[in-house]
């Protein structure tokens, strides 16, 4: 299995560089740190005194692969979940911080252990999913990783905005479905057929 850091590292380079879209709720960003987590963390890389955007540009690599080991999978509780986990609910956690774990458990509900979803990992939560990975011990991760899918399709079917994260200008997979299915067995992935005939209602 990797190491967490390799798994963060991986994540850094799947989230790229500096941007700043309008039409992203988590503003600008580096590197997969947002303008918010920065602010929370108090880093003020250039000294003046406030945490702005010439902060977040200056952001290293190195320094977003400690934030998202330290503050996104260690003080979320990640590693207390089974490690077939680690990996797709530290991506996740990242890019749509409490959601992830959210997601996982409307999931557990479904499969018999049920949580309120309250995007904490606690107790119930740790006994749940460990229960869930000895009685599906093949299958978690995949359904995990299609839950997660699920919710991207239908975060961006109540939000127009979001719909360029998840379809492509072509109308292929967009990055939010491609990095979902990255988590989840091949059989498991929407044709392109599949994609298009989801996303046909959008505008």
């Given at each position: 299995m990797q190491t967490i850091r390799s798994i963060a590292e991986e994540i850094v380079a799947r989230e790229g560089g500096y941007v700043d879209d309008p039409d992203d709720p988590g503003g600008a960003t580096n590197h997969g740190v947002t303008i918010h987590t920065m602010r929370r963390l108090g880093l003020d890389l250039d000294g003046d005194g406030r945490v702005t955007t010439r902060d977040v540009r200056r952001l290293d690599r190195e320094r977003a692969v400690e934030i998202f080991v330290d503050h996104y999978f260690h003080r979320a509780g990640?590693?207390?979940?089974?490690?077939?986990?680690?990996?797709?609910v530290f991506d996740m956690q990242v890019n749509a911080?409490?959601?992830?774990?959210?997601?996982?458990?409307?999931?557990?509900?479904?499969?018999?252990?049920?949580?309120?979803?309250?995007?904490?990992?606690?107790?119930?939560?740790?006994?749940?999913?460990?229960?869930?990975?000895?009685?599906?011990?093949?299958h978690l991760?995949?359904?995990?990783?299609?839950?997660?899918?699920?919710?991207?399709?239908?975060?961006?079917d109540r939000r127009p905005a979001s719909r360029k994260y998840a379809r492509r200008r072509d109308g292929?997979?967009?990055?939010?479905?491609?990095?979902?299915?990255g988590f989840m067995a091949p059989r498991y992935r929407l044709s392109e057929a599949e994609h298009r005939a989801r996303c046909a209602g959008w505008a």
């Amino acid at each position: 299995m990797q190491t967490i850091r390799s798994i963060a590292e991986e994540i850094v380079a799947r989230e790229g560089g500096y941007v700043d879209d309008p039409d992203d709720p988590g503003g600008a960003t580096n590197h997969g740190v947002t303008i918010h987590t920065m602010r929370r963390l108090g880093l003020d890389l250039d000294g003046d005194g406030r945490v702005t955007t010439r902060d977040v540009r200056r952001l290293d690599r190195e320094r977003a692969v400690e934030i998202f080991v330290d503050h996104y999978f260690h003080r979320a509780g990640i590693a207390a979940l089974p490690e077939a986990l680690h990996a797709s609910v530290f991506d996740m956690q990242v890019n749509a911080g409490a959601n992830a774990v959210k997601v996982l458990q409307r999931l557990l509900s479904r499969m018999g252990w049920p949580l309120r979803a309250d995007g904490v990992i606690g107790p119930r939560t740790v006994a749940a999913a460990r229960a869930a990975a000895e009685a599906a011990p093949d299958h978690l991760a995949d359904a995990y990783a299609i839950a997660r899918r699920d919710y991207y399709y239908a975060l961006a079917d109540r939000r127009p905005a979001s719909r360029k994260y998840a379809r492509r200008r072509d109308g292929g997979k967009g990055g939010w479905i491609t990095r979902a299915e990255g988590f989840m067995a091949p059989r498991y992935r929407l044709s392109e057929a599949e994609h298009r005939a989801r996303c046909a209602g959008w505008a």
